[in-house]
């Protein structure tokens, strides 16, 4: 009796120890993350062009960076989701196209062959609103043909999305008959183009942002908290690490799946949206490669290609880069055409740093 | 009444066979042990049972009631608890996410729900405990031991109150000394009242904790019987033949 007394205790003793063992701390943790070495090179670039170039640290050029790189952004937080899982989206550049296309042609009020009269005539179906509402439901079936196709029928999301990327497009331009759509109703238009075009929200901030980037940040909280706190994150993750242990642990993997590209695709469709209400015109060719552009920040971000690695802070930063080097590279005089070698290479790196990492932690 | 009971299990894909036939019955508080070469049907037959794939033919009735599960979720509902012979972990989570995964600890305020990170990862601590294995919840499973990868599969099933725990070669990849506190664990796990299936190739294993062995050939089940009656050698000729039926 008194022996097992203290064999108890004992036991308890020797696995204490190891389970009080410091867990990784706070800054190791942070250290391992691309994300933060990303954000380190973007203030060093940052630092260095503010002194270089006295025109990049203006609230202007912040102003213009910051919105630009909104609308890339944003697809890349919706990029995310999908590359966690292990899959890919090629086809956002189309969907922008399509969703710039529907959007226009409600607020232009043309009549459309193949909708009823009724359609055709009422006020409120061509409004702002609508004009949102329908961006955005096209973008949302383009996903879930996009998700069907991958979750269900079980093809590759590489296939599956890059058929769509032509089949988009082309529904794109032949929606619009092949004709840069403007000169939208000038009442409703106004609230369509403000959203996209303006700044702060229309509140006195005492700095200028724009819209796009103000909804991006927003986005981008958004996101990080669905990751980090909800359940339909952690299947996310638990997807891209091990699809079939998720599917024994009762995940709902296909239902999670398509979920991840609508919202894919409906983060490209108010990137559209977006860039049309600035832009306040809609052209059949709108994103054209920007996939590559969202695929790019969210892994020079720290996403995983392989899956079960991203993060929303990633596809943020990683876009930023991106988008101030193109900058950098404008203002330093540098031939525009050198930006896709840029580009190029830092995703190249990216994949080569989490090689490295992969490396190091097996 | 028996906790399990298998009537004319059969179970092909396309024109492969992979079972045939298969009566079985569980009772509470009883261990058997499966066992069968490569290919012999077992860890279809476990699939089966957890509702991964529905039969081809045969009833499945658990305590009496025949049963239909079209996912495992369904299963586990109906108190079936499985340990996946690879374990069915996520080397990107970490042990406490391991654990709950599919039925996450959520808190909860009006519509908005999230999840409870420290409650997990303090109840998966408890689990682990009670394992007796020095694991930690919020190490990623990446960084794990053979043991303690075991551990947290074998902690998942901990989680309800199983009537029937499942587990496809707990010990196949983990220490002598671990397996002998699986074993162990497994003892308990009987003795409180479980049914429990143990596929396995290790003979020693089955001959410490199982009750009664059942041996499949080619997805035809050809012995079953209580454990003090066998040997390893009349399972070893089962197994491969030797022995037509016992």
Redo the contacts between chains.
Sequence with gaps: MADTSKATPSAQVAIDPVLAVQQQTLLQRIAAAQSFWVTIALILICAVMSVKEPVFATEDNFFNITRNFAFIGIMALGMTPVIVTGGIDLSVGSVMGLVAIVSGSVLLKQPIDFMPDWWNNADWTHSWFMAIILGLAAGAIAGLVNGVLIAYVGLPPFVVTLGMLSAVRSVAVVLSESKMLYDFRPDQAATFKALGGGENFGLALGFRVSNPFLIFVILTLLLGLVLKMSAWGRHIFAIGGNEQAANLTGVPVKRVKVQAYVICSLSAALSAILSVGWSGSANNSLGQSYELLAIASAVIGGANLMGGEGTAYGAFIGSALIFVIRNSLLMAGVDSNWQGMFVGSFIILAVVLERVRGKRRE | MPALELTGISKHFGAIQALTGVDMTLEHGEALGLMGDNGAGKSTLVKVIAG?FPPSEGEIRIEGRTVHFA???EA?AQGVE?V?Q????????TAA?NVF????I?KRLGPL???DHNLMARRA?ELF?EL?S?T?P??LV??MSGGQRQAVAIA?TRLSQPRMVLMDEPTAAISVRQVAEVLDLIKRLRDSGMAIILISHRMPDVFAVCDRVAVLRRGRKVADKAIKSSSPEEVTGLITGAIERA
């Design positions: 991964n996912k495992p979720a586990r499985v996946y690879d374990l069915a972990l996520c080397n990107n989570l996410a995964l599919g039925r996450e959520k729900q999230w999840l601590g405990k007796k020095e930690r919020r190490d990446r960084q998942r």
